[in-house]
């Protein structure tokens, strides 16, 4: 469907070449009638001759007229070639009625020479065109001598013209008349050789000089061997060749001019056309040589036939392989110096060395010797990452951010290879079908040929020549870098300078250039590789060097990991560490850049194979693919990131799993899994040794922890019983010793206060055996529904006495149906504390103050004091065992440092808090809180209204 679209695209142009195929046919056909009246063998090779050079011009115009990007020049040239090829159709019917075939050929030999000094005119330089904006007094006398050139060369024509009519009607005309012919002749192949001394002396580039040079050659080749062989003997009445078969040499001519227009369209067959001519020229170099030596011969050894052919033979012995050699240098030196030029400028002496192992100075050199080569500053190259399976910009583009011409051929590029279903990236992916498009074909492509194979348009020889239609960013050479068969590089090379497409000379050049760059980068590339792997054994196993008392939890050790794995992978690590006893691994520290292998915190392995280190490349890795079903089975989705799953075990303990995940595509070498399994061993085993050496610490903290309770226990024992029992066994020896002489009140007295010393002593002796049974009653606690208001009198009525006695005041405010989820008894106990400490802690005649604050779940009691208060810096130990405030410590108010400490146990066990407020400033005192869960009361109540009552003792 695309052939018929194209043909009917170019219908106008298939007329033009059907027309012109059919007139060719018809003069051969009206030739060949000649040669059937009256046949001989040396009419049917001079016509076989004939038609041969005329179907050559006719095959090179139609393919100039289907292919040339400059349409002016193809229809030029179609025109020309096509004219000149009616003079060699006719030219048998030409011997037989001179008159009327005499006049198509001379008219056809006019206008063609015409319409080729118009080709001239328009390439390689167009001259119609290059002065049309000129504004200087020169530039606009140039372009008014070329249009009275034109000028002339059509009425010249126009004049030749009339004169092959006029010889055709008036066959015995003057001789002035065929002098005129020859003038006009002679004038326009003068303008011709003007023409083309004017374009190669003004050439402003390689590939004007190189097309004129080509065309010039030509020229040589096709009219040389006619003076050679057939003019230049018979003038000098030596033997030679009929000029019918030496012109035969004139199909060079179409040829050589065809070739130049073309070849810079032309993508491959340079290499082989440079060959042919080779041979062309070599062949014909040895027939001129043949020629030559048996003239030579026949003079000297006339007669002497053994001499003759034993000179013969010895001279072409000698010289035909000087002549052979010859044709190649001149092929090479003559017709393609350009490919001279790209050799010299390649071989040019620069840094470039074998002791060069730098990837980014081996790129920017390849980089500079494309741009100095091809004449075009938009170049850039990617090289090979086998750890991602990517082509990267080398150098980077981060680190020459002002090179913005090299930002956006990148970017084009990757735009135009990329597939639909890929997002913003900035590499190649190996993968992707235009990169293996790239890395499979035998020669550079051109970016808009991928486009085309992609799209099904190429067919015919549309495949192997440059398309006609303007390519703007699609017009970038890409040239493979390949080493031992495998890609290595992508060389891409931008629009040239000059607008002129890449073609076949260009193709050669860039394989010269990357054969001498290509081992010098893939050593680069190879050393660049073993320095990152390098790199990364060191920063893996640098942690290694921590000592083990460096970390105070498995957290930190794990954080410290996982930022060394991150750091030196340059992806996403995370930790997860397995609860043995949930049988779940959880999230305990995320370090980098990258995707998170879970959404979930929590993983639970439940296979072994959650358990075995796994390596997955992303979704375009093949390899994934098959191995899809050993994905570790905690994952509820399959990433489509690549990601190292690397478990943490010592034997037959599961400590963990260390996840590395990347954002680039990036392939697991195998020196690189290995490095890593590595790295997942000295992590556990590191791991189970912090854990050892933690639980070390922490059970020498217990230890020392214990030391301490034992020695402030054992200090603020001694202290706090020595006082009641000092006082008992003074008023007991008091006793002892006067119990004859005291009076009755105070023996009693004594016995009193010795009787009170005792209970201080039990009291004391009590709180100590309370808080040594104080966990094992925490966890005996019941909670039921208690009525607050009834706990709180029960213990007011126990310190009546206390109260009364100090003149105390001591203000409740609580509702009667308050009811909170507590153990009765414990609650007591725990308001019974803190309504002594106020007692005890603030002077007499003092309030005490009991205040109840109630929301729908909670209820908050508070006792405060108007005492001295507790310093803020003392608040945080205050609720610790056997501690006392220094103050306290030699005061009269005895006590063990256990309270505080009781009621803390007792209330977290009722599911509750407490804790103390105070500002430390003398006479505010402190208020101590504590909470309690709120709960409907059991209990029958009256309705009536709640209300609100103050208590006073």
């Not at 005996?780 to 029960?794: D, G, Q, T």
Request: hydrophobic share 50%; charged share 20%.
């Amino acid at each position: 469907m695309r052939g018929i679209y194209w043909m009917r695209l170019k219908a106008w142009r298939l007329l033009a070449i059907g027309t012109v195929i059919a007139v060719y046919t018809l003069l051969l056909v009206v030739d060949a009638r000649f040669i059937f009246s009256s046949p001989s063998l040396s009419l049917w090779i001079s016509f076989g001759f004939s038609a041969f050079v005329a179907l050559v011009f006719l095959a090179v115009g139609v393919l100039v007229w289907l292919y040339a990007r400059d349409r002016w020049v193809a229809s030029l040239l179609f025109g020309s070639f096509s004219v000149i090829m009616i003079p060699f159709a006719v030219r048998t019917a030409d011997l037989f009625q001179a008159h009327l075939f005499g006049a198509i050929s001379g008219v056809c030999s006019s206008l063609g020479l015409t319409l080729c000094a118009l080709l001239l005119l328009r390439f390689p330089r167009n001259y119609f065109t290059r002065w049309s904006s000129a504004r200087t007094l020169t530039l606009r006398l140039k372009q008014v001598a070329v249009w009275m050139y034109v000028i002339a060369l059509v009425l010249l024509c126009g004049f030749a013209l009339s004169f092959s009519l006029v010889h055709y009607l008036w066959p015995r005309g003057p001789i002035w008349l065929n002098v005129l012919d020859l003038i006009y002749a002679i004038v326009v192949l003068a303008g011709i050789v003007t023409t083309i001394v004017i374009s190669y002396v003004c050439s402003e580039s390689l590939r004007e000089r190189q097309q004129i040079r080509l065309f010039v050659w030509g020229v040589a080749l096709a009219f040389t061997p006619v003076l050679i062989l057939s003019i230049l003997p018979e003038a000098l009445n030596l033997p030679g060749i009929r000029a019918g078969w030496s012109t035969l040499t004139i199909v060079c001519l179409p040829l050589s001019l065809g070739y130049s227009i073309l070849r810079y369209q032309i993508l491959v067959f340079d290499a082989y056309i440079r060959r042919a001519v080779a041979w062309i020229v070599g062949v014909v170099g040895l027939v001129m040589l043949g020629c030559v030596l048996i003239a030579l011969c026949n003079k000297v050894f006339m007669g002497m036939l053994a001499s003759f052919a034993f000179g013969l033979a010895s001279l072409t012995a000698i010289t035909a392989p000087v002549v052979w050699w010859l044709a190649k240098v001149v092929t090479e030196r003559v017709f393609f110096s350009e490919v001279l030029h790209y050799r010299r400028l390649i071989a040019e002496p620069t840094l470039l060395s074998d002791e060069i192992l730098d990837l980014d100075e081996i790129s920017r050199l390849l980089t500079l010797a494309a741009i100095h080569t091809f004449e075009t500053s938009h170049v850039c190259l990617f090289v090979l990452d086998e750890s991602c399976g990517c082509y990267y910009v080398y150098p980077a583009l981060k680190d020459d951010p002002g090179d913005e011409a090299r930002r956006l051929l990148a970017r084009v590029l990757i735009e135009k290879l990329r597939p639909q279903t890929c997002g913003e990236v900035d590499w190649l992916e190996t993968q992707w079908p235009a990169v293996e498009h790239i890395a499979s074909a035998r020669r550079p492509s051109l970016l808009y040929e991928l486009l085309r194979e992609k799209i099904g348009a190429s067919f015919g020889l549309r495949r192997y020549v440059v398309t006609t239609m303007p390519l703007g960013s699609e017009a970038m050479l890409l040239a493979p870098i390949r080493v031992q068969g495998k890609m290595i590089g992508l060389l891409v090379l931008g629009e040239r300078d000059d607008l002129q497409q890449y073609a076949g000379p260009d193709f050669e050049a860039v394989q010269m250039l990357l054969g001498r760059f290509s081992p010098v980068l893939e050593t680069a590339r190879l050393y660049g590789r073993a320095n990152q792997h390098a790199a990364l054994l060191n920063s893996l196993y640098s942690v290694s060097t921590l000592p083990g008392s460096a970390f105070q939890s498995i957290e930190e050790i794990a954080a410290v990991y996982a930022a060394v794995a991150s750091e030196a992978t340059m992806s996403r690590a995370e930790m997860w560490l397995f609860d043995e006893a949930q049988g779940l691994l959880r999230l305990v520290i995320s370090s980098g850049s990258g995707p998170h292998i879970a959404d979930e915190a929590y993983l639970r392995p439940a296979q072994w194979y959650d358990w075995a280190p796994w390596f997955y490349a992303g979704e375009s890795s093949q390899e994934g693919q098959s191995s899809i079903a050993y994905m570790p089975s905690c994952l509820s989705l399959v990433p489509h990131f690549p990601f190292a799953w690397l478990p943490l075990q010592r034997g037959e303990q599961r400590l963990g799993i260390l996840v590395l995940t990347y954002w680039r595509p990036h392939c697991f070498m195998r020196e690189e899994m290995r490095v890593l399994q590595m790295f997942a061993s000295q992590c556990a085993a590191s791991l189970e040794n912090a854990r050892i050496t933690i639980e070390l610490r922490e059970a020498c903290e217990r230890q020392k922890e214990l030391d301490r309770l034992k020695d402030q226990f054992i200090m603020t024992a001694s202290h706090e019983l020595r006082t009641p029992l000092t006082a008992i066994q003074g008023y007991i020896e008091l006793l002892s010793e006067y119990n004859s002489t005291l009076s009755v009140e105070a023996r009693g007295n004594f016995i009193a206060k010795a009787h009170r010393g005792c209970d201080e002593l039990a009291l004391l002796v009590g709180n100590i055996m309370d808080a040594s049974r104080v966990r094992i009653d925490a966890e005996n606690i019941k909670l039921i529904p208690v009525l607050l208001r009834e706990s709180i009198m029960y213990v007011l009525e126990i310190l009546e006495a206390i109260c009364k006695r100090e003149k105390r005041r001591i203000s409740l405010s609580v509702s009667p149906e308050l009811c909170v989820m507590a153990d009765d008894m414990r609650l007591r106990q725990v308001l019974l504390n803190l309504v002594s400490n106020a007692l005890k802690y603030s002077p007499p005649e003092t309030d005490i103050e009991i205040a109840v604050i109630e929301d729908d779940t909670w209820v908050i009691v508070s006792v405060r004091d108007y005492g001295a208060g507790v310093p803020p810096s003392d608040q945080p130990r205050l609720f610790e065992r056997f501690v006392r405030l220094d103050r306290d410590m030699n005061s009269p108010v005895r006590g063990a440092g256990l309270g505080l400490y009781i009621c803390k146990q007792l209330v977290g066990a009722m599911g509750g808090q407490i804790w103390i407020e105070s500002s430390g400033v003398g006479g505010e005192g402190s208020t101590f809180a504590f909470t309690l869960k709120r709960t409907p009361s059991n209990l029958q109540v009256s309705d009536q209204k709640r209300q609100e009552s103050d208590l006073t003792i």
